[in-house]
């Protein structure tokens, strides 16, 4: 077989098993459904991983048109792929991450009643993923960029009859439209002054058209490189959930946790970070653009890291550390090391993957209870997936040797040396970053894992706040008496399965990552003036002293004191939490967490209800008054005048008749004799 | 005049029909009002010996007799035989309404076949006088028809205001004519398109003459602005004698119009042509936009008429066989049209109750599913609306205006035809979608329903397959009217 053919074969197979299940999962069965998605996403990894050896043993990268979809003046629409090592590479990720999701979700959806659906759905998001890693042009990009906001806009609405989880998937695509907006009016800027969609030859043009400028707004002139930057970046900042189009994100969790890990942990949200590396030859043109990058990535690596600390549900306290995550892929991103960022985006993907879906076997543990305040001493009872949690989080919070380690240790190296204005704020931002990270992680595992069982102090154990699942059937909670169960091995296994690079894979990958070539020819860097690649290099000579090098920097210290007060606040003197919530709430901080610094009030109050006022009074003066009421309406009131006119002037009287029609033949007497007289 | 000039068989069915309404006249002095039906008989084999007679005298060629006065050809012959169905449909449809106001009586039957003459003369008349006779026995015939109900207020009324404007018009009409023979020196149509043609006829007197003719015929024809008499008399005349006014006369009227302009003043055409086109926007659109304001149904389909004859006008001042064509099959399709509104009218009244309002038709799926369809065949079919008979007249006519690159004139005719469906659906809606205020019985008799229900379907079956109908009188008018051959 040769290579083309694996391309292609990689993303069809998935969408094979997708279509299977979706079309015909209701004659095909449950088990038939997930075998053969389950099937369709293990062709493709294996695949992938055959991929990924070819091209690290030296196989040449492919860039090739598969399929024309079309011409339109000279500009060709077509289907086509590159491989290269940073495809190679994400391809892996999606399918491992993708396969474990499908194991998972045998055990984790077995009750529910849409089960070939969700397994449909979640083919159908790999098939996506792969489209838009593997693409080679913007149009495919675009494509697959939408169609993986179609699949997480399905799954997050998954369960249809709750309202919160409609809500959800709504805000969810609203949002991703404004993103996707901005991403569109970038590729449309790439299309009009690049003359071309597809990568090589935008590349290629891009250092002639570097001092290019155009004009908005008449009188101003703006680069176009950093215009088209920040264009393409808005579209990053909706599909990774960054400040201040990250409100979706957290909401999403009202999904299956299988698809929280999947779509908004590992792989899709990821997509814009892979998308600024796969542009970086543009993005590297705009010092501006660049900078917007890394002060949008500090926000949210360090604002959304607070809003971790205050969640009590088990899945939005990962949620949020997802967005402070991807806050930190984005500093990578503007500090121009791009290759830190996709080391981090593919650390991420393992632990992350790892850790929702140990929430998951948490939940299921605790018949589908989420409050984290209601758990407690779960080690004793699900011994594999608190392991696996602890490692998880261990790699999360940046303890040496771990893979998070490396690859966060280097984003905040990446950010010590840049230049750009905004990196002091950044580096700030990375670094307080890690004393959050490490206490709300840590928080979270001593409440779950650690303790008392608190389910069994409760009375009245439905009193549980608002984000549980209120309307889910299975939803009942343990009671007091009750114990909870180890999940099944299709769950654990994917833990284990995934636990294991969350461990390794930072100290394997990191040398050809960060140092050596791996992303040679892909990833470009204009090292003259972003030394930041560099200086990781520097000190990232290998894993080992790398690591041991850990123990004297600040990051590492921080982690532990993270975690030191995680154990002494919630572990020690629990009345510590209380009374600091007592004073945050006294002064006001509290409130702005909780509402989480008002950005739903903002969208919802201010544009969503700006908007729809704005519809109401088109719709009132536009389309009622004046098109219903003046045209249309008005028309027949006009018909309707007239008519009543005219059957005025029939007044019954003869004379009247006569007259009309003697008046008729004056008119015509005059037209056609007055005429003649004239031409005599 | 010699016998040879004279060739009295090219009027044997007027000379039929003229005896045989003689002949009814006297028997029905003898029958009681009880054996009526004798009489009813007669009249309808009348009527079907003179068909008989009309196609058995018809020949390809064109026959003149009484000195070059009375033409018999294509045209003539199917006016003859459409005029004779409207006049049988008149009977058919009236005779239980008659019966129950007391209009059953000789006079209504006589009457009818008396104008149904002068119709027929009119048809074949191509001598000015010839043609002013056959008009005034069909127009006093319908002014006494109109009358027939002498203790009704309203009929009297109209027949009143129906004689006094009639006679109005047929005075401009006679003073139009007097001036063309002023003009030409003759009487004759060929003899004055001859005139005209060699340039020996004056201008000025023509044109002068020319208003005051079509002025006669915007009367006859109901056409603005001189329709005023229309509205109030098809209110006040008795059912039947509307439906006698709105059919057969138009075909009359029609062919009249076609000797006139098109036969004797063709060398005219651009001046009547303008006058027509004035004629026919007023009345499709005043027509159709003061019918939606009326609640009588009479009346609305006064103003229905109205419109319809605006139609009729725009296909004749096209000016070609193919326009007068057009004309002809939309005017024998509005007989069948009318003549079916008005059948189910008179279908819904009773003695004692005439069926004249919107408001009666109410309910009437309830009270009979079937009639109701009928009706809303006529009515889809008046509004044009497609596979109907009324749609494919509508366009014949159309097209012929677009093909003379008059545009326009097709967008306005269309759009007014648009407003005026309003008026047509609104007589199914409360059909189909109101209660019925009555439950009476349909007491008409049973070969009204029959006859009823085939003029119906006919609306539907002829426009599934128009061709039929349209090939017929496309070839007559050719035939008929060559133009620039006299």
């Not at chain 1, 109401?616 to 009543?644: M, Q, R």
């Not at chain 2, 009002?33 to 009489?39: E, L, S, Y």
Request: charged share 10%; hydrophobic share 55%; aromatic share 14%.
């Amino acid at each position: 077989m040769d290579m083309k053919s694996i391309y292609l074969l990689i993303p069809l197979a998935p969408l094979f098993g997708a279509l299977i299940a979706g079309l015909f999962g209701w004659l095909i069965g449950r088990r038939a459904a997930h075998c053969v998605t389950i099937a369709g996403v293990a062709v493709s990894f294996g695949l992938s991983a055959y991929v990924l050896q070819y091209l690290l043993a030296g196989g040449e990268s492919f860039n090739g048109t598969v399929y024309t979809w079309l011409t339109v003046n000279g500009v060709d629409l077509n289907v086509g792929f590159l491989v290269d090592n940073l495809t190679a590479m994400m391809m892996c990720v999606v399918t491992f991450v993708s396969l474990m999701v499908h194991l998972y979700t045998i055990g984790y959806m077995h009750e529910d009643p849409g089960y070939q659906r969700f397994f449909s759905y979640i083919s159908l998001f790999t098939f996506s993923m792969l489209m838009l890693v593997m693409s080679n042009n913007f149009v495919q990009l675009f494509f697959g960029w939408e169609a993986v906001g179609l699949v997480s806009y399905l799954l997050i609405g998954f369960w249809f009859k709750r309202p919160t989880a409609t809500f959800a998937n709504l805000k969810a695509f609203l949002v991703n439209r404004v993103g996707d907006f901005g991403f569109l009016l970038g590729i449309g800027l790439v299309l009009a002054h690049f003359g071309s969609l597809d990568y090589a030859e935008v590349f290629a043009k891009a250092p002639e058209l570097q001092n290019a400028t155009i004009s908005i707004l008449p009188g101003t002139t703006w680069s176009l490189m950093t215009v088209t930057c920040i264009l393409l970046f808005i579209g990053a900042m909706g599909k990774s959930a960054q400040f201040p189009l990250h409100v979706w994100l957290p909401d999403s969790m009202e999904g299956p946790t299988p698809i929280s890990a999947l779509i908004h942990a590992a792989t899709m949200v990821t997509a814009g970070i892979f998308m600024v590396s796969r542009m970086s030859p543009l993005f590297e043109m705009s010092e501006t653009a660049l900078n917007f990058v890394l002060v949008i990535g500090a926000i949210t690596a360090l604002f959304m890291g607070f809003l971790g600390i205050i969640q009590n549900d088990i899945k939005r306290v990962v949620a949020y550390s997802t967005l402070s995550q991807l806050g930190y892929m984005t500093v990578a991103l503007g500090a121009s090391a791009y290759s830190v960022a996709v080391f981090h985006l593919m650390t991420h993907a393992f632990f992350k993957a790892l850790l929702f879906l140990a929430a998951g076997s948490v939940i299921m543990g605790m018949h589908h209870d989420q409050d984290i305040r209601n758990m407690g001493g779960l080690r004793k009872y699900m011994k594999i997936t608190w392991i696996t949690s602890l490692l998880g989080s261990l790699a999360l919070i940046g303890t040496p040797f771990l893979s998070g380690f490396y690859s966060k240790d280097s984003i905040i190296l990446a950010v010590q040396a840049s230049t750009l204005p905004g990196a002091g704020f950044a580096y700030f931002a990375v670094v307080a970053g890690v004393f959050v990270t490490a206490f709300y992680s840590f928080r979270m595992y001593f409440l779950v894992f650690h303790g008392k069982e608190q389910w069994m102090q409760k009375d009245h154990h439905h009193a549980h706040d608002a984000d549980a699942h209120d309307e889910d059937e299975h939803h009942h909670g343990l009671g007091p008496n009750d114990k909870p169960h180890e999940s099944p091995w299709v769950v654990t296994l994917p833990l284990v399965l995934l636990a294991i690079p969350s461990v390794l894979i930072g100290a394997w990958a990191m040398t050809p990552m960060l140092v050596g070539d791996f992303f040679k020819d892909v990833i470009f860097v204009n090292h003259d003036l972003h030394g930041a690649m560099a200086a990781v290099g520097e000190h990232a000579e290998d894993w080992y002293h790398m690591g041991m090098h850990a123990f004297v920097t600040l990051p590492f210290w921080l982690a532990v004191a993270g975690v030191a007060s995680a154990y002494f606040f919630y572990m020690v003197k629990p009345e510590i939490p209380a009374a600091l919530d007592r004073f945050f709430t006294s002064i006001g901080v509290k409130k702005l967490l909780e509402e989480k610094y008002y950005m739903d009030h903002l969208y919802i109050n201010g544009f969503a209800a700006g908007g729809r006022a704005l519809g109401t009074v088109l719709w009132k003066v536009g389309d009622t008054l004046l098109i219903d009421g003046l045209v249309v309406n008005g028309t027949a009131k006009l018909v309707g005048l007239f008519s009543n006119l005219t059957r005025r002037i029939q007044s019954g009287y003869i004379y009247h008749y006569a007259f009309a029609m003697i008046l008729g033949a004056l008119l015509l007497l005059t037209i056609w004799l007055g005429g003649l007289l004239q031409v005599q | 005049m010699t016998w040879t000039s004279l060739n009295p068989w090219v009027a044997t069915p007027e000379i039929f029909l003229l005896c045989a309404v003689c002949a009814i006249l006297l028997i029905d002095l003898f029958i009681s009002d009880a054996k009526r039906g004798i009489t009813y008989v007669l009249t309808l084999l009348t009527l079907g010996v003179t068909a008989a007679l009309v196609v058995a005298g018809h020949e390809p060629q064109a026959r003149l007799g009484f000195s070059n006065s009375f033409l018999a050809d294509a045209l003539s012959d199917y006016a003859k035989l459409g005029m004779i169905l409207g006049v049988a449909l008149v009977l058919v449809y009236g005779r239980s309404y008659a019966k129950a106001r007391g209009l059953y009586r000789g006079e209504f039957f006589t009457l009818a076949l008396f104008s149904l003459l002068g119709m027929m003369v009119m048809a074949s008349a191509v001598n000015f006088l010839t043609l002013y006779v056959g008009l005034e026995l069909m127009s006093l015939s319908i002014y006494a028809m109109v009358a027939l109900n002498r203790d009704s207020f309203a009929s009297t009324e109209a027949a009143m205001k129906y004689f006094v404007l009639g006679a109005l018009a047929s005075g401009m009409l006679l003073y139009g004519m007097s001036m063309l023979y002023g003009a030409t020196g003759t009487l004759d149509v060929f003899a004055i398109a001859k005139a005209i043609q060699q340039g020996s006829a004056n201008n000025l007197l023509v044109v002068f003459g020319l208003v005051f003719v079509v002025t006669g015929l915007g009367f006859k024809f109901g056409a603005v602005p001189f329709h005023m008499w229309v509205p109030d008399v098809y209110q006040g005349a008795p059912t039947p004698m509307t439906q006698l006014i709105s059919t057969a006369p138009k075909i009359a009227v029609f062919v009249f119009t076609l000797r006139v302009l098109a036969q004797a003043l063709e060398g005219f055409a651009p001046d009547w042509r303008g006058m027509l086109m004035i004629l026919a926007v007023l009345s499709i659109g005043l027509g159709n936009i003061t019918a939606i304001a009326q609640t009588n149904i009479k009346r609305m389909f006064g103003y229905s008429t109205i419109s319809h004859m605006g139609f009729v006008l725009l296909g004749i001042l096209v000016a070609t066989p193919n326009g007068y064509a057009a004309s002809f099959f939309y005017v024998m399709s509005y007989l069948l049209m009318g003549a079916a509104g008005f059948g189910v009218l008179m279908l819904l009244s009773r003695e004692g109750f005439e069926a004249d309002q919107i408001a009666d038709l109410k309910g009437l799926n309830q009270r009979s599913p079937w009639f109701a369809l009928m009706m809303l065949f006529t009515m889809f079919s008046m509004a044009g609306i497609p596979v109907f008979l009324g749609f494919f007249a509508k366009l014949s006519v159309l097209k012929e205006i677009v093909n003379m690159q008059m545009v326009w004139l097709a967008v306005v005719a269309v759009a007014f035809s648009l407003i005026g469906a309003f008026y047509y659906l609104r007589v199914v809606k409360v059909m189909y979608f109101d209660n019925p205020e009555s439950s009476e019985p349909l007491i008409a008799g049973f070969d009204a329903k029959v006859v009823l229900s085939i003029n119906c379907l006919l609306l539907l079956v002829l426009g599934l397959m128009p061709n039929t109908l349209m090939t017929v009188l496309i070839d007559a008018v050719q035939r008929s009217i060559i133009p620039g051959v006299h």
